[in-house]
């Protein structure tokens, strides 16, 4: 049972990488429109140069371009099917499989974690804020052997849908002195935007 919970885990974590790769699946978004996507629904914020990235049709990705061509913001939606954990302790232990893979090394060098168990009595949910140094981005800055990656969500039992599970962020990945000082603030206007489905 344990195993096949980490193949999901597993596999939920290939489906985000292979996300990231350019795909002929694009297609600008307006601002402030909606976006569906399994089970989710998000609204795009006020700001022009969102794409949607979505070649299998069982998530999203929302692209914007930062300040140069190697930075962006990323609007993610993945999920998976799998049996609703029967104990808070089974879903943590799901959670720190996913935490583990997104904060360690040697990709990964965590700079600050945050992680709480929402107080929810209908399902389990744990909001999430990471700022990492990424060594393996798709592309370095020029004379950096690294980039920021700051990212902010929640990973849950969908509300609606009792055998799936959802990962749901906002991240930012940037080169060294372009942070962004609004980047909590917008992530938390997309997360508070969305809303769940049936579907």
């Given amino acids: 049972m344990k195993q096949s919970i980490y193949i999901a885990i597993l596999a939920l974590l290939a489906s985000c990488a292979l996300g990231e790769k350019e795909s002929p699946y694009k297609e600008k978004i307006p601002r402030l429109s909606n976006v569906p996507g399994a089970g989710i629904s998000f609204v795009i914020p006020d700001e022009e140069g969102w794409m949607l990235f979505d070649p299998d049709g069982k998530g999203a990705m929302i ?76 592309e370095l800055p020029v004379g950096d052997d690294y980039m920021l990656l700051e990212t902010m969500g929640f990973f849950a039992v969908h509300p609606n849908i009792p055998n799936y599970m959802v990962r749901v962020a906002y991240s930012y990945r940037y080169a060294k002195g372009h942070e962004d000082p609004q980047f909590k603030t917008k992530a938390k206007w997309v997360l508070e935007q969305l809303t769940f489905t049936n579907q």
């Fill in 63 to 138: 692209v914007r371009q930062g300040r140069s061509k190697i930075e962006s913001y990323i609007i993610s939606l993945d999920t998976y099917q799998q049996s609703v954990p029967k104990t808070e302790d089974k879903f943590k232990q799901l959670y720190q499989v996913l935490k583990q893979r997104e904060t360690s090394p040697p990709r990964y060098k965590p700079l600050a974690i945050e992680d709480r168990l929402r107080d929810s009595k209908n399902s389990y949910c744990i909001d999430f804020y990471y700022l990492v140094e990424d060594s393996q981005p798709k």
